[in-house]
Every structure is written in C-alpha cells, then in structure tokens.
C-alpha cells in the first residue's frame, strides 16, 4: 500500500494537493484505503465518501466492467463513490473540489435525516421520555423515591 501512496498519478497528485490534504476541506481525506477488498484512491471516513480518479485504463471494456462491479459493491455496503476523469482534475480543479464539497453537504443532510436526535452528551441517544408518557417512574433508591425516566437515563 506505501508504494501506491508513493506513486500517484499526476491527476491523483493534483487532487491531493489542491483539495483533500489534511483538513484543507475541514474534513479528514485518506489516500489508498483498503475498503473491502479494494484500494480506495481516496476516502473521508466521516462520511464514507471514496473518490476515484480515472486513467486511460478505465476507458477498456474489461476495466469498465471491474469498476461496475466494484462501485456496486461498495455503494451495497454504504459508501457513496464518485469518479473524476484524470483531464477534469488536472484542467477543471476547481470544479472538482466544488464537486466534492457539494456531494458533502449531500451526505450531511442525509445522515442528519437519519440520525436519532443527539443528546445533551453529545451521542446519538433518543431520550425515553419521547416513547413513554412523563407518568411513568423508576425507583432509583430502596426508599422508592421516584424519578422521571427521562431524568434517570439523560441526566
């Protein structure tokens, strides 16, 4: 994998300099991450983005077939994949960083709609109170002094 990372493409070179080194993007971007039994070009865990940029090699019939079946395998498995074309990187890079910032706020408001409401801990817990009526106490002492579920588990 060191070796990969040692030899980029000059698109790949281009894309890591100009808009996924570390924090340039104010998110985290990894270059050749294994990702099932593939190696991505380039990966922000965060949001289980990849970013591929292909060559002249991705334009023969057998590699364009591997790709399809690559992209839905991991697309299957919850990544979101897209593919840059070597000349877009190195002659439009700015596009393609307004590109990657723009499938960004896409996955932010995706998960956003996914996720359980956050707690005041900072986690993705869904206060109890939400499904069960304020009525309903536990015992938190053998002096059976009652609390509100929702003070129990969220304090």
């Known amino acids: 994998m060191n070796e ?5 493409t000059k698109a790949e070179a281009c894309l ?16 050749q991450r294994p990702v099932l039994n593939y190696i991505a070009d380039f990966m922000c865990k965060e949001f289980k983005l990849i970013i591929e940029v292909d060559g002249y090699t991705h334009l023969l019939e057998e590699v364009i077939k591997k790709d399809i079946i690559r992209q839905t395998e991991l697309e299957e498995a919850g990544f979101k994949v897209i593919r840059f074309k070597d000349e877009e990187v190195l002659k439009e890079i700015n596009r393609v960083r307004a590109m990657i910032l723009e499938t960004i706020e896409q996955l932010k408001v ?5 996720s359980p409401l956050p ?3 900072g986690g993705n817990c869904i ?5 069960l009526p304020m009525e309903q106490f536990i015992f938190r002492s ?8 929702s003070q129990t588990f969220l304090a």
Do not use: D
Request: glycine fraction near 2%.
């Open 4 to 8: 990969n990372r040692k030899k980029m």
């Open 16 to 31: 890591w300099k100009y808009a996924l080194r570390p924090k340039q993007m104010g998110y985290t971007f990894n270059r």
């Open 142 to 149: 053998k002096k059976r002094t009652a609390a509100p579920l």
């Open 110 to 114: 995706e998960v956003s709609k996914s």
């Open 119 to 121: 707690s005041s801990r």
């Open 127 to 131: 206060p109890i109170s939400i499904f």
